[in-house]
């Protein structure tokens, strides 16, 4: 019963209303072809024996006889019809047997049955013929066969049944295989699908390179499923990360209040412990601050504040604001913008990136390196270059860097939280930009910005 499904599929069903369409187009078709084929040479035999007796009747009466034995001779086909009859109407020459009943000799073509000389009885063809009255009181009557419109009718039926029921058939057995390759299509598809729901993210529907659009939808659907997967195994972890370095904190300020309350003999030393445990809190509430912050960008709640933002602007505001903290640390931070370049975005999460990545070039840059700010422009683009002498990002950790909460084992002992560059990959994600990571020594990240009609 499974495999006879198809056949309530709207693909077969369509198949089907198609070829009957087509079936009853052919149909109508070769009708209206028969009828014309069939008038046509219904005239034409009128206006031939019309011709015919217009010659004979103007024949002498001693040259009419010959006439009609030279013209029925000449009828290999056994089609012509012909008769000359006196005033008593009994039969003088040609083939027809008798004059036949209520006909009329007004020069007028009629259907009648008449009956061959010679011809068994019951034997009278259906012809169309002529009669006229001559000067002398003879009738002379010229007619011709006209049953070769009913082979003219077989020939068109055969070719009907011939070409019509193929066709039909062909139509019915190519909507019977496009359900069916429909219909195993969806069926691996459905299969696809309950591997996903039963918990197999890495499987994908189904699809070939081709400009199909089965394909392309599974293309598209494929895609979704690797953002679901990433966001899926990115909060797997998220609340271990989050339970791990919320935990640090607020296990260190408990202790410290701990032993302040033991230990503690003074109001300096209780104000000592309380401050410990202040910075504790402090940095639990900056990881809960910065997550609110990255949901929020990540759930495009700003999108509705975009306009044009003025780079340049932007790049010498994060200088101003990180080069006291870079001459405090022997870092020589320094800009090179030549131009000013616009682009479409918010203002405030523009600058909230820039100063991330210039924040942790000065972070891990040793002393005595240089952090540089570059604002170039490429073609149909802007590129904000951060550059700096630090110990850069390796190729395999180029990938992992974007996760939240990820340090790497050379500056777990780097203050920080690990979601910085989150932050900067969500505000880049919002915007449509791209975020292009340059592994090896020194690191050099880009902020790419497509113009707005290229986004």
């Known amino acids: 019963m499974q495999q006879l499904q198809f056949i309530r599929s709207n693909t077969f069903r369509l198949a089907s209303a198609v070829a009957a369409v087509f079936a009853v187009f052919v149909v109508v078709l070769f009708g209206f072809i028969y009828l014309k084929i069939d008038g046509y040479l219904i005239s034409r035999s009128d206006r031939m024996i019309s011709m015919q007796l217009d010659f004979m009747a103007a024949l002498p009466s001693g040259r009419r006889v010959d006439a009609i034995s030279d013209h029925l001779g000449q009828d290999s086909r056994g089609v012509q019809f012909a008769g000359l009859f006196d005033s008593a109407g009994d039969r003088v020459a040609g083939n027809l047997e008798g004059l036949p009943q209520g006909f009329k000799a007004d020069g007028s073509v009629q259907p009648l049955r008449a009956a061959r000389v010679g011809q068994p009885a019951g034997g009278d063809a259906l012809i169309r013929a002529v009669g006229r009255r001559l000067e002398s009181g003879d009738m002379l009557v010229v007619g011709r066969n006209v049953d070769e419109t009913h082979e ?90 989050i339970a791990h370095d919320l935990r640090t904190p607020l296990t260190r300020a408990r202790l410290t209040l701990e ?28 990881i809960i601050t910065a997550l609110l912050r990255l949901t929020e960008i990540e759930n495009s709640r700003r999108s509705a504040g975009f306009g044009n933002v003025a780079l340049h602007e932007i790049l010498r505001e994060v200088c101003d604001v990180y080069e006291p903290i ?13 131009r000013s370049l616009h682009v479409w975005g918010d203002r405030d999460l523009l600058f909230e990136a820039i100063a991330n990545l210039v924040d942790n070039a000065i972070k891990f840059t040793p002393s005595g390196g240089k952090v540089s700010l570059e604002l170039l422009r490429d073609q149909n683009k802007t590129i904000v270059c951060v550059t700096d002498t630090g110990p850069g990002i390796s190729e395999h950790e180029r990938e992992a860097v974007l996760r939240r909460f990820y340090r790497s084992d050379k500056i777990r002992n780097t203050a920080g939280v690990g979601l910085g560059l989150s932050l900067v990959s969500a505000i880049v994600k919002l915007h449509g930009f791209r975020l292009t990571i340059h592994p090896g020594p020194g690191g050099r990240i880009e902020l790419v910005c497509p113009d707005k009609d290229d986004n």
Not at 259 to 278: F, N
Not at 329 to 335: E, P, R, S
């Open 326 to 338: 870079a001459e405090d640390k022997g870092i020589n931070l320094g800009a090179d913008i030549d």
């Open 259 to 286: 032993r302040g309350r033991t230990h503690a003999t003074s109001l300096e030393q209780l104000q000592e412990v309380a401050d410990k445990a202040i910075g504790g809190i402090d940095q639990s509430l900056a």
């Open 152 to 241: 003219i009718s077989s020939v068109v039926g055969q070719a009907l049944a011939l070409g019509l029921l193929p066709a039909f058939c062909l139509s019915l057995i190519a909507g019977a295989w496009l359900s069916l390759r429909a219909q195993r299509r969806v069926e691996e598809v459905n299969q696809r699908v309950r591997r996903i729901i039963a918990g197999d993210l890495r499987e994908r529907l189904p699809h070939r390179n081709i400009n199909e659009p089965f394909s392309r939808l599974a293309a598209i659907v494929n895609g979704m499923l690797d953002e679901m997967e990433a966001m899926i195994n990115a909060l797997a972890g998220v609340g271990n990360d």
